[in-house]
């Protein structure tokens, strides 16, 4: 179960936050306080201005891995495959928010992909199988993904009643928490400490966890 709560002051958050600054600071934890990095935050709230064209990005495949292993992109958003690799991949994604097939391929031959629908994106190659990433696309141009402390940092063009949320691959139940904040301009960052539950550790997992 997601146990989240807001925190009234983070000084790890809040070491690099500017005090002038309007936004939102996250730290990311699993239930026993172990740091999350490359979980997916966003913010959504009204009266939240769309970027003109979302932000085009990358994800390579070079070791027989793909990188990064996570990725967030808002609605929209056009995603390039280069390979990396001195091997041909044959990559995939089954998921509903967006299913293509690219066959075979080497160096920057893959067709780019757009990621017209929010959601969740699972990826593989046919030909590797521990081969695995995971594409997030939200609703929202304010988000980022945390680090290997756990933290976010989302600047925000003015004060108001936001929500935020959190996604990670290898959380119970695959949802996503969230959580309310208020973000008031010229004062310290809005901050939030989400705990999730993770799913029990699977051998051969990226990620360590």
Known sequence: MMNLRNIAAVPLLLAAAGAGATGVAVQVQD???KVLPDAVVYIEGDGIPARAAPREAQIEQKGLKFLPLVTVVQTGATIQFPNNDKVRHHIYSFSPAHKFDQKLYSGQQATPQVFDKAGTVVLGCNIHDKMIAYVRVVDTPYFARTDGAGAARIELPKEGRYTVKVWHYNAAGG??????????????PATAVFKLAMKPPVAGDPSGL
């Open 31 to 33: 239930t026993s306080g």
């Open 175 to 188: 949802g996503t928490a969230e959580e309310a904040v208020t973000v008031k301009a010229g004062a310290e």
